[in-house]
């Protein structure tokens, strides 16, 4: 049957294929938990997307990437890395939804619990002044939390795209129950008036 409301199980994630230790995305309810679709593939910004939105300008709306990173990561990024996740920082901005998520928690950093040269102070005015040019960061040690944070991070600019294309696209629909392909938006011209469009 088809519908106008766009579900998570509609969508497909993208994983970077550099991409070591994965998130694991699921949806529905904790007794009951669905993997979501996941496809690997050379991503050329970040770790994670969806299919349809991975570059910038993609879907017509920017676009939807998300960075993780190990509380070691983070710190190289500080470091001797740094001029490189610069770069890094002003491909994230091209994205419409952007997102850096660390496996950390945010005590570590007060209390700087690693060693190496980088202090507290150092990586706390990164992170502070990366958040002001504009890129989020979510803070968390559990996987899965991250995960479930991710993946909702990444439906909610899937459905808010889908919603305005609505606005031009009053006769868009999804088909089926669930899955499949996702149709990028930037596809479908607002001047087409399909009675049913499979995602």
Known sequence: MARKDLRISDLTFIVDTREQAPLEFFYGPAEARVPMQVKRAGLDTGDYSVCGFEKPGSGGAGGVVVERKEL???????????????REIDRLLAF????????????????????????PAAVKGSIQGWMERGIPFFFHRDRQ??????????FCHARRRFEQLLTC???????????????????????????????
């Not at 939804?97 to 190496?116: F, N, P």
């Open 169 to 199: 696209l009053p006769e868009l629909r999804i088909a089926g129950d669930h899955g499949g392909k996702l149709l990028s938006p930037s596809e479908v011209p607002c001047t087409k008036s399909p009675s049913t469009t499979k995602i």
């Open 96 to 119: 419409q939804a952007r997102l850096i998520v660390v496996e950390a928690h945010w005590d570590e950093i007060e209390l700087g619990l690693w060693r190496g040269l980088v202090t």
């Open 145 to 154: 939390i991250v995960a479930n944070f991710v993946g909702n991070f990444m």
């Open 72 to 86: 070691s990561d983070l710190l190289g990024c500080i470091g001797r890395e740094r001029p490189r996740f610069e």
